[in-house]
T-cell receptor
Framework: DTGVSQDPRHKITKRGQNVTFRCDPI?????LYWYRQTLGQGPEFLTY????????KSRLLSDRFSAERPKGSFSTLEIQRTEQGDSAMYLC?????????????FGAGTRLSVL | SQQGEEDPQALSIQEGENATMNCSYK?????LQWYRQNSGRGLVHLIL?????REKHSGRLRVTLDTSKKSSSLLITASRAADTASYFC???????????????FGTGTRLQVTL
């Protein structure tokens, strides 16, 4: 158990619907990351936060995607008007934010299926 | 986008044999890490090697890093059925500020260890 919790584990939705995922990081970690992973590929970076500030967003994060981390604790990732291409595993990770020990601890992921 | 490639894409060995996976990356790095992912689950950190290190050991794992060739290898000795998983290398970008940020993952090697 890595300590990072993601909810839900699975989400099935119809195209055009909005979905929201939640991530609870390890409590003392100030950095929180979102990645997306499609079948047979490695995780691809989406965005990350230091405390409540969103420091970087990938070009993969279209305007239909939004992420928040209110109060620097849990984070949510929302996808509006879902498309079939959004089907993937969405992974959350947290870390202490030091380069020398940028070890990221991952949650089990939320698997999204868009029908 | 993926940072680089892992080689081979898939590897099947018998229990007790050694498994070697290679990773190539494209940009200058602070460190390189290896993660394991069991089917449909989140990633688990295995080992981190800094850019000024050439080799590192942890239990049955041995990692080498050649920054001149932008490549790394992961050796798992005396493999077990429980080692069956996908293995990913991940790199963190160089940072002058000492702060950590996103990881860029390779495409992964799927290891199957049979009895």
């Amino acid at each position: 158990d890595t300590g990072v919790s993601q909810d839900p584990r699975h989400k099935i939705t119809k195209r055009g619907q909005n979905v929201t995922f939640r991530c609870d990081p390890i409590s003392e970690h100030n950095r929180l990351y979102w990645y997306r992973q499609t079948l047979g590929q490695g995780p691809e970076f989406l965005t990350y936060f230091q405390n409540e500030a969103q420091l970087e967003k990938s070009r993969l994060l279209s305007d239909r995607f939004s992420a928040e981390r209110p109060k620097g604790s849990f984070s949510t990732l929302e996808i509006q008007r879902t498309e079939q291409g959004d089907s993937a595993m969405y992974l959350c990770a947290s870390s202490k934010g030091q380069v020398a020990k940028n070890i990221q601890y991952f949650g089990a992921g939320t698997r999204l299926s868009v029908l | 986008s993926q940072q680089g490639e892992e080689d081979p894409q898939a590897l099947s060995i018998q229990e007790g044999e050694n498994a070697t996976m290679n990773c190539s990356y494209k940009t200058s790095i602070n460190n390189l890490q290896w993660y394991r992912q069991n089917s449909g689950r989140g990633l688990v950190h295995l080992i981190l090697i800094r850019s000024n290190e050439r080799e590192k050991h942890s239990g049955r794992l041995r990692v080498t890093l050649d920054t001149s060739k932008k490549s790394s290898s992961l050796l798992i000795t005396a493999s077990r059925a429980a080692d069956t998983a996908s293995y990913f290398c991940a790199t963190g970008p160089q940072s002058l500020t000492g702060t950590a940020s996103k990881l860029t993952f390779g495409t992964g090697t799927r290891l199957q260890v049979t009895l």
